[in-house]
């Protein structure tokens, strides 16, 4: 097999250990009445489903689509009904299920589909009794899926903060400080609305520590940000002040009668909501990466795992995993007739746009490798020299940016390629291109919509 070949292999295996359906499965079992729900680091909970006079199901992010059709699979009619939020075209088997309602909605950018989403699920969470038990199945992706303004504040404004938050490179919780105070349902408003139901959180993270506030913007989880964390978040970004993309006044307003007292703070932990809340995490980042790493020792790999999450600005991690390449290749070509190497690593990037090109963050660190060999001054030809090397970064979802890319690889390939064709490649990283560049060199990952997401999964192989 080519290192091509074997690198996808120990991606997919990654992918498919994120699998919803795999996960539900593996994690939620039925004997009669007794529901027993696992968690990856908490022990096991058993649910008696005959205390309970109804039981309802939500799901939203991503991953919703297989993870209520296997949730389903188990419960079955003893669910009574549920709003399913799924990407358009992705609806699951589930949606056929009596009392079932399917509602698409997009991501990144919210529309009035997703506003609808979260009124349908709002108006079932507030018809839930004492004596209901309400699922929530969550995953990465639901913040933009299932997005309701406060009022006073248009959902384009709303969309128009997000947008910007993103571009100048906040990471996923600083977007979601801001989001979870200006919105009706995020920031465990949810829980509240459903109170003094009974209510489950089963939940796919995609973001670094499994940060259950952070997920979907914790919309059935207690939030400890407040409005002045909100407003420090716009300041950090030049949003807050005037300027050039100010927060438009509505969203201003909202913060500042939040910070005033004049309308409430999101739910706390004190509050009597999540004394009836349990969670469970089935699904993250690690898990990814630990089928990956068994895959690749099954190939005959000697693999090395970070032991922290890729976090920070894309470019940045780019020039360490270069450094890491030539280091490791210096190294090989000391020990002659070692063992191949794979290193693996996960976690979230954020990138700052600047320019006008396509692209997303998995394809700007691929290509930031690629700069910094290019114009390193260890003469990367003379040490890669003789040695078979693949670099590739993707997201688990199947997405990355604005592209149909899940997001790209480098090898002697592509390096070549791009001499060959006189490709500028600091030039296109410089206009934020790495679609533009990758589409013309190859290197290109299109596995499509995966209706999973646990962050991105790299590897960088050698041998």
Request: with cysteine; aromatic share 6%.
């Amino acid at each position: 097999m080519t290192l091509k070949d074997i690198a996808e292999r120990i991606w997919r295996a990654g992918l498919d250990a994120a699998a919803p359906r795999r996960l539900i499965s593996d994690s939620v079992g039925i004997r009669g009445n007794a529901l027993e729900i696992a968690g990856l680091s908490r022990p096991s909970k058993i649910f008696d489903l005959s205390a309970y006079e109804n039981i309802y199901l939500i799901a939203f992010g991503k991953a919703a689509p297989g993870m209520a059709a296997a949730f389903m699979e188990i419960l079955g009619r003893r669910v009574l009904s549920g709003v399913v939020v799924a990407l358009p075209g992705e609806g699951p088997p589930a949606a056929d299920a009596p009392g079932i309602r399917l509602i698409e909605a997009p991501h990144p950018l919210p529309d009035m589909r997703s506003s609808e989403a979260a009124r349908e699920i709002l108006t079932l969470a507030y018809a839930a009794s004492a004596r209901d038990l309400v699922f929530i199945l969550l995953s990465g992706g639901g913040s933009a899926q299932v997005a309701l303004p406060l009022p006073g504040i248009s959902l384009e404004d709303k969309s128009r903060i997000g947008r910007a938050l993103m571009l100048r490179g906040a990471d996923i919780t600083e977007l979601n400080i801001v989001r979870k105070h200006l919105s009706a349902i995020k920031g465990g408003r949810l829980a509240e609305a459903a109170f003094p139901a009974e209510v489950v959180n089963i939940v796919i993270s995609d973001v670094i520590g499994d940060d259950l506030e952070t997920i979907a913007s914790g919309a059935s989880y207690w939030d400890s940000s407040t409005y002045e964390d909100a407003r420090r978040v716009l300041e950090k970004f030049g949003l807050w002040e005037d300027g050039p993309a100010p927060v438009p006044a509505t969203a201003r307003q909202i913060i500042e009668d939040g910070l005033a007292g004049r309308i409430p703070e999101t739910p706390k932990k004190d509050h009597p909501a999540f004394e009836r809340v349990s969670s469970f995490i089935i699904g993250d980042n690690a898990l990814a990466l630990e089928a990956a790493r068994r895959e690749a020792e099954k190939l005959g790999f000697e693999t090395q795992v970070a032991a922290a999450p890729d976090q920070g600005e894309a470019r940045l991690a780019a020039k360490a995993y270069a450094r890491r390449l030539l280091d490791l290749a210096a190294a090989r070509k000391r020990q002659n007739g070692s063992r191949p190497i794979c290193v693996l690593s996960g976690g979230e990037l954020t990138v700052q746009v600047k320019g006008s090109g396509r692209g997303g963050r998995n394809q700007e660190f691929a290509l930031g490798v690629l700069s910094e060999l290019a114009r390193s001054e260890r003469t990367p030809a003379s040490i890669l020299e003789d040695l078979d090397w693949f670099v590739a970064s993707l997201g688990t979802d199947g997405i990355d940016g604005n592209t149909e890319a899940a997001g790209a690889w480098i090898s002697p390939l592509n390096f070549t390629r791009a001499r060959e064709l006189g490709l500028d490649v600091q030039a296109l990283l410089n206009d934020n291109d790495s679609y533009g560049f990758f589409s013309r060199a190859g290197g290109l990952i299109v596995p499509g919509p995966t209706g999973t997401n646990v962050m991105d999964l790299r590897l960088m192989c050698l041998r």
